[in-house]
């Protein structure tokens, strides 16, 4: 098996756990604790990519020898134009389409996780 596939599978693992993290938090801030849809998906985004980051860096990625601090700078520019990535496909799946809030916030995650593993791969790890 090649090392990218090997690590796509990795991260994808690594992904499901954040999407439950992400739809957890999402669904609590949205419908417990009734904040904006958008600022409750960017929570449950925010906290999951934050979880993911340590585990791809630890597991998925093997990057426990190279600077931190390079790392997760280049994290947190990456996880920000991921989040403005996710909250407008959502927004458009949302808002234009029509298609229900969770629907959209998969469909977000799935076009997300692509640029999400892209720059994972040849940028930050």
Do not use: P, Q
Request: net charge positive.
């Amino acid at each position: 098996m090649s090392e990218v596939i090997r690590k796509f599978i990795k991260f994808g693992i690594v992904g499901v756990s954040g999407v439950f993290v992400d739809f957890l938090l999402t669904y609590l801030c949205k419908e417990k604790l009734h904040l904006n849809k958008y600022v409750s998906n960017s929570i449950g985004f925010i906290t999951a990519a934050t979880s993911n980051y340590w585990l791809n860096r630890i597991w998925s990625f093997e990057s426990v020898n190279s600077d931190i601090s390079t790392e997760c700078l280049s994290f947190i520019g990456v996880g920000l134009v991921g989040l403005l990535i996710n909250n407008s496909v959502l927004w458009f799946i949302n808002e234009k389409v029509g298609l229900n809030f969770y629907m959209a916030k998969l469909l977000a995650i799935a076009v997300t996780t692509i640029w999400n593993f892209g720059m994972s791969y040849y940028f930050i790890f």
